[in-house]
């Protein structure tokens, strides 16, 4: 079946604009997780959606960042003026129950800020 | 804290030579050990999940084992195309811990024929 897709696959964008990043994960699966991997670093946790629960926010490192989730599946990540820090691959991952199933992961959308 | 490490940060193998790499942690409660493969370019492809110590996974060439302070991936006689980044990640227990993965650093590996 389909897998978690994500779009763009790679965005270039300037020094304090806004960018909008968008994750549609595996048909039936309620929770949605968003990752960063920047060069250097290890993946590090953004922010979880299941279901119609609040969110967890807690890995979102500034309040430039925020993500909402329609229906129940598609999610954007939004970065209101970018900096160059911001630069990295930011992945979306998707499984059918939080921390009971593995996540499986999108191709990912490669920021560039510039 | 809850923390993950990984080694070694990379790994030269001749095809063939089988070896481990190594994932140490720290996490207040286990709810479970992931381990991922990377390719360039690419999202991490989800490979094993261990639950408790002692227990063991295979795949192919590949084997995932599982103590109460670190799990080992051992492959067996491998080949190019098993060359990428090999991600290990834990979830924690808890109410506060939503599930999330905390990832280690990885071990790029490259096999050569």
């Known amino acids: 079946g389909a897998g978690v897709s994500q779009s763009p696959s790679n965005k270039v964008t300037e020094k304090g604009k806004d960018v909008e990043l968008r994750c549609d994960p595996i048909?039936?699966?309620?929770?949605l997780y968003w990752y960063r991997q920047s060069l250097g670093q290890g993946l590090e946790f953004l922010i979880y959606?299941?279901?119609?629960?609040?969110?967890?926010k807690s890995g979102l490192p500034s309040d430039r960042f925020s993500a909402e989730r329609t229906g129940g599946s598609v999610s954007t990540l939004t970065i209101q003026r970018t900096q160059q820090e911001d630069s990295a691959v930011y992945l979306c991952?998707?499984?059918?129950?939080?921390?009971?199933?593995?996540?499986?992961f999108g191709p990912g959308t490669r920021l560039t800020v510039t | 804290e809850d923390q993950v490490t990984q080694s070694p940060e990379a790994l030269r193998l001749q095809e063939g030579e089988s070896s481990s790499l190594n994932c140490s942690y720290t996490v207040s409660g286990l709810r479970g050990l992931f381990w991922y493969r990377q390719d360039p370019g690419k999202g991490p492809e989800f490979l094993f999940t261990l639950y408790s110590a002692g227990e063991e996974k295979e795949k192919e060439r590949l084997k995932a084992t599982l103590t109460k302070k670190e799990s080992f991936l051992h492959i067996t006689a491998p080949k190019p195309e098993d060359s990428a980044t090999y991600l290990c990640?834990?979830?924690?227990?808890?109410?506060?811990?939503?599930?999330?993965?905390?990832f280690g650093q990885g071990t790029t590996l490259q096999v050569k024929p």
């Open positions: 048909s039936g699966h309620t929770a």
């Open positions: 991952a998707s499984s059918r129950v939080d921390g009971l199933y593995e996540q499986y």
């Open positions: 990640a834990v979830q924690a227990t808890g109410s506060s811990n939503t599930g999330k993965l905390i």
């Open positions: 959606f299941q279901g119609n629960s609040a969110p967890d």
